[in-house]
């Protein structure tokens, strides 16, 4: 299954981006699909996880700022990234989940997209 994150890009902080992950498999069946995100030496985290019925939840530092969304038809993720901080900045990618309460990713890591947030 290849997995390929896109909508990256240099943004001030407070500006907006959209990321989208197409996912070369149907989705509709996957229970829980994740955004995750690794900065700069740091440890790869889970930002958001959203539902196959569009159920989502977040990761404290971007609750109230970021929205995930999937649209099965199209297999594929959004992620809508609004208020960004500098510490936002790291590389993000979509990843199928084990599930909704076990959110270790299930594939292996695909193409991710690069996120700046100058300050």
């Known amino acids: 299954v290849q997995l390929q994150a896109s909508g990256g890009g240099l943004v001030q902080a407070g500006g907006s981006l959209r990321l989208s992950c197409v996912v070369s498999?149907?989705?509709?069946?996957?229970?829980?699909m994740g955004w995750f995100r690794q900065a700069p030496g740091k440890q790869r985290e889970l930002v958001a996880r959203?539902?196959?019925?569009?159920?989502?939840n977040y990761a404290d530092s971007v609750k109230g700022r970021f929205t995930a969304s999937r649209d099965n038809a199209k297999n594929t993720v959004y992620l809508q990234m609004n208020s960004l901080k500098p510490e936002d900045t790291a590389v993000y990618h979509c990843?199928?989940?084990?599930?909704?309460?076990?959110?270790?990713?299930?594939?292996?890591w695909g193409q991710g997209t690069l996120v700046t947030v100058s300050s």
């Open positions: 959203v539902t196959s019925s569009g159920n989502a």
């Open positions: 498999r149907s989705i509709s069946n996957i229970g829980a």
């Open positions: 990843n199928a989940l084990n599930s909704y309460y076990d959110p270790k990713p299930y594939y292996g």
